[in-house]
């Protein structure tokens, strides 16, 4: 059993499929594969691997993933940031020409294989490095995300107490007014060369004639970072675990492993709460925001009066309105391929594309008009302008909108409901991630875990909450955002656009389009001129586009004004290199490992294995029959200048 599953880890990128005791190798699998497994349901399509137990499950599950964080505490504040309303035009356009192809093809792909974002490279072997980067870069990300849950976890559980304890009655006292200020006494030496300085809160005014009165940091940056994080002043200052965001850690992870213990089974039973409970809360947000007086002006600035169409000729805008889609749908993750591989094969993938695209879409439009509002409430009590109060990322989810609810009525209420919410929309997020890892795993040694999916799920689990570890120091907020800036910004727009070269330019077009009809039925050529234009031109160019913009305008992390050492800017390019370096590194494999000349083994390394096509022999039909395998394999010619398949739909 032990040589089998070690001859599947070298398998799962680099196997050739010509090997000589691939046939043994199968017996035993298919030996091992009949055993019973908790994770597959009797009435599954596929006896294997499982599929969802419904539909519903399976949107709730990507409706879930796709919208996260991202849609709370970034697309409002882009939308403010580029003209209000008008930033809705560039953003439908790049939702139409690049968010809804990528997830339509990543959806397709992985239904159509049964596959991981791995083994789906079955179709373009030399490319089988960008699922391998795919897994990585999600590997990182997870380790982060559940940080920014445990964030979330100890702010709900500090909210059940009143006064808020980031509220500015906690912090400095009855008579604390809403601009505490820093009254710093200011002494000179003999020789005038030290300066001296000695500063305190006061909620009322320096009345010493030797103070200067300056703006105070706000009771909520200060909780924020004084009582929450103990953050040290820089990255190269670590200071001790911060134990009780490990506590919030370990419980979120164990929230995770509990969710994902049985697989899709247990977290497709999750989400009919976890999915659907961060609407009602931003339903209630908005209506309870909307009563406010100051909430007016907190539209206004959203998406009112205050929209700006002059922005639209800014190459900014356009670059940020098709970044927010690129990553708000969690494209090139692979967890849309993860996820969609346990879909009946005769799913309409299609269909599921659009809603699910529409949805995160509105539901970042939806979620700007919650948060504004209370923001411009939280104005109107500082009697300040909207721009002044407005954040984004860290700024907005744990310091300007804690600090905003923290003026409502019954402030407790309404901080409960809204960090319970960001828990449930970074589990959602969190479990795809994780799902990732476990799937990927489970189709490289299916012979090993296929009964033993709950001992994946909780060793990936216990791993990375040990990775986590200096997440959760003094300088942890520092190691979120080198990840966080180096991990899931270019490396994702890399695979995505190797993605779409892979399928478009050297596997075929013509193709794909085949294997999605063998799902969704045949279409007509009308329908498919719009997908073909995206896939073959317009996509890649977008993504093109954006990934040069973002390395000639790249800056180094910074946090709180706090500039990073180098040696964390090198090790941040080390983590981007790492994810990366895999895909020359498995390209160089396939083509070492392929037989004739030069010229020969690159075509070969892109012709797709024949393990390629639909999991299931049901499903295989004539294009994918044994027999046509064979045939197709058969009739390939190899010439020093030529490659000719008899599939005419495949060029290279």
């Avoid at 419904?54 to 991202?70: D, F, H, T």
Wanted: hydrophobic share 45%; aromatic share 14%.
């Amino acid at each position: 059993m032990r040589k089998y599953w070690l001859n599947d880890l070298r398998g799962l990128v680099f196997r050739n499929s010509s090997t000589g005791d691939q046939e043994s190798i199968h017996e035993v699998q298919k030996t091992e594969l009949q055993k019973p497994d908790g994770h597959v349901g009797g009435g599954d399509e596929n006896a294997e691997r499982g599929n969802w137990t419904n539909k519903r499950e399976y949107m709730l599950s990507m409706v879930g993933y796709a919208v996260g964080l991202g849609n709370v505490w970034r697309f409002p504040y882009l939308t403010y940031k580029h003209g209000g309303g008008a930033f809705l035009i560039p953003y439908t356009i790049m939702l139409a020409v690049a968010g809804i192809p990528l997830f339509f093809l990543e959806s397709s792909l992985g239904q159509f294989a049964s596959q991981g974002p791995i083994n789906v490279w079955r179709v373009v072997p030399i490319l089988q490095g960008v699922g391998v980067t795919m897994v990585l870069v999600s590997t990182l990300v997870s380790i982060y995300y559940n940080v920014i849950i445990a964030y979330s976890l100890f702010y709900l559980f500090a909210s059940f107490q009143f006064p808020l304890p980031w509220s500015c009655v906690a912090w400095y006292g009855e008579n604390c007014t809403a601009s505490p200020q820093v009254c710093t006494n200011v002494t000179m030496s003999v020789n005038e060369s030290l300066l001296a300085l000695n500063s305190s809160m006061s909620s009322d005014n320096c009345t010493q004639p030797s103070a200067l009165s300056l703006p105070g940091r706000s009771p909520s940056e200060q909780y924020w970072d004084e009582r929450v994080l103990l953050r040290t002043p820089s990255m190269a200052e670590t200071g001790p675990v911060v134990w009780h965001l490990a506590l919030c850690l370990l419980l979120a992870w164990i929230l995770v492993g509990a969710a994902l213990y049985k697989g899709i089974k247990s977290s497709g039973k999750v989400v009919y709460f976890t999915a659907t409970f961060p609407y009602v809360v931003l339903l209630i947000l908005l209506i309870q925001g909307a009563i406010q007086e100051g909430a007016r002006n907190g539209i206004e600035y959203y998406i009112g009066s205050q929209s700006n169409l002059s922005k639209l000729s800014e190459a900014e805008v356009w670059k940020d309105a098709a970044s927010q889609i690129f990553f708000s749908l969690s494209i090139a993750w692979g967890g849309v391929t993860a996820l969609s591989s346990y879909n009946k094969f005769h799913n309409n993938c299609f269909q599921d594309a659009i809603v699910v695209c529409v949805t995160n879409c509105a539901t970042s439009i939806f979620a700007g008009f919650a948060i504004f509002s209370i923001l411009g409430h939280m104005a109107h009590v500082y009697n300040k302008p909207v721009d002044e109060v407005v954040a984004s990322g860290f700024g907005l989810a744990f310091i300007a909108y804690p600090d905003a609810l923290s003026q409502l009525p019954v402030a407790p209420l309404w901080s409960i409901l809204f960090f319970f919410m960001l828990l449930t929309l970074g589990l959602d997020s969190q479990f795809a991630g994780i799902e990732v890892i476990a799937t990927c795993l489970q189709d490289a040694f299916p012979t090993f875990f296929k009964t033993r999916r709950s001992m994946v799920t909780v060793g990936v689990c216990v791993l990375l909450f040990l990775l986590a570890l200096p997440c959760i120091t003094g300088a942890g907020i520092y190691w979120v955002t080198l990840i966080d800036h180096f991990c899931s910004g270019w490396v994702l727009l890399f695979a995505g656009l190797l993605e779409l070269i892979g399928l478009s330019y050297i596997y075929g077009l013509n193709r794909f389009i085949k294997d999605i009809e063998m799902m969704i039925g045949r279409k007509s050529t009308t329908f498919w001129l719009w997908w073909r234009a995206c896939w073959f031109f317009i996509s890649p160019v977008v993504i093109l586009v954006i990934l040069i913009w973002s390395l000639y305008t790249f800056e180094p992390p910074t946090y709180g004004g706090v500039a990073y050492p180098d040696w964390g800017v090198s090790l941040g390019w080390s983590m981007t290199a790492f994810c990366l370096i895999w895909i020359p590194i498995v390209a160089v494999w396939k083509v070492a490992n392929s037989s004739g000349s030069l010229w020969q083994r690159v075509k070969a390394a892109c012709r797709p294995t024949e393990e390629w096509g639909p999991f299931l022999e049901c499903h295989r039909g004539e294009r994918y029959s044994d027999e046509q395998r064979h045939w197709r394999t058969k009739s390939v010619e190899i010439h020093s200048d030529v490659f000719i398949i008899s599939n005419n739909n495949t060029r290279l």
